[in-house]
């Protein structure tokens, strides 16, 4: 099932995480559960990671779910056999259950803009285009040196297309999303879900990109977590996603995860 939904979400009150009942995990990718790569192409995951994640699932009653900017069908290759609750393109796909996500055909102007950006990308040695067709990502992790030429780029392409998209930054990369697609939204409709409703949400991302589902996961009484330093909202912090891995890993082996699992670590 797919559901569009909304990005704002509200500033969090000063609020103490709740330290009882159970938890609803939700998941970056990119960062998180695998280190960033030169290029999207190049990540690499640990392949103890898919089938722990699975042993999670079944011990959290079906409430984890893969939150990335990603597309969900490329969630599933990584992920492959299992298959995960997942919200892909930033929350402009939402996969629920068995139901897989549908891709909506992009729109006439995001087509123009990937012409421009493939026209900048082949004059540039090292700038590489992600086209997941409902978004597209300009990259420039190889050409640091480019970073405020690609970024203009982008700007003024947002500014082209107008208020049905919207441009999403990251570390090294800018990325045309629908304007009604967020993190902090899919993390909130997924907890309006039964296998998720009544649990203390726990989100874990690495990026600005993740800001509106700390966000979201603050304003429920939930567990933010950040992987690195820079600066977020936020309240704790994992090390790497070697430290988050070592984490999961350790729970599907032994026993539950809960939210003092995380604030030990």
């Not at 069908?73 to 997942?86: I, T």
């Not at 907890?191 to 989100?203: C, K, L, N, S």
């Not at 070592?246 to 995380?262: M, N, R």
Request: glycine share 8%; proline share 6%; charged share 20%.
């Amino acid at each position: 099932m797919s559901q569009m939904l909304s990005p704002g979400v509200a500033e969090p009150p000063a609020k103490a995480v709740a330290v009882s009942g159970q938890i609803a995990l939700f998941l970056d990718f990119d960062g998180t559960l695998v280190e960033i790569a030169p290029s999207p192409e190049d990540v690499r995951i640990d392949r103890r990671l898919p089938e722990a994640l699975d042993a999670l699932r079944q011990r959290l009653g079906g409430a984890l779910a893969l939150v990335s900017g990603r597309p969900v069908a490329l969630l599933d290759k990584m992920m492959a056999p299992y298959r995960f609750d997942a919200a892909g393109l930033h929350g402009a796909q939402i996969r629920l259950g068995s139901e897989d996500a549908p891709v909506a055909a992009p729109a006439e102007a995001l087509h123009a803009a990937l012409r421009a950006m493939v026209r900048f990308a082949n004059s540039n040695v090292g700038v590489i285009i992600e086209d997941k067709r409902q978004s597209i990502a300009l990259h420039w992790r190889l050409a640091p040196a480019l970073a405020d030429e690609a970024l203009a780029l982008m700007e003024g392409l947002a500014a082209e297309i107008g208020p049905t998209m919207r441009l999403q930054r990251g570390k090294a990369v800018a990325e045309l999303v629908p304007a009604s697609a967020s993190k902090g939204g899919a993390i909130t409709w997924l907890m309006q879900q039964d296998a998720y409703a009544g649990r203390t949400p726990v989100f874990v991302g690495d990026d600005v990109t993740d800001e509106d589902g700390f966000a979201a996961v603050n304003a429920a009484s939930g567990l933010s977590i950040r992987i690195g330093d820079g600066q977020t909202c936020a309240r704790h912090r994992l090390a790497s996603p070697t430290a988050l891995r070592q984490v999961l890993l350790a729970a599907a082996d032994g026993g539950d995860l809960t939210l003092e699992t995380f604030l030990q670590n």
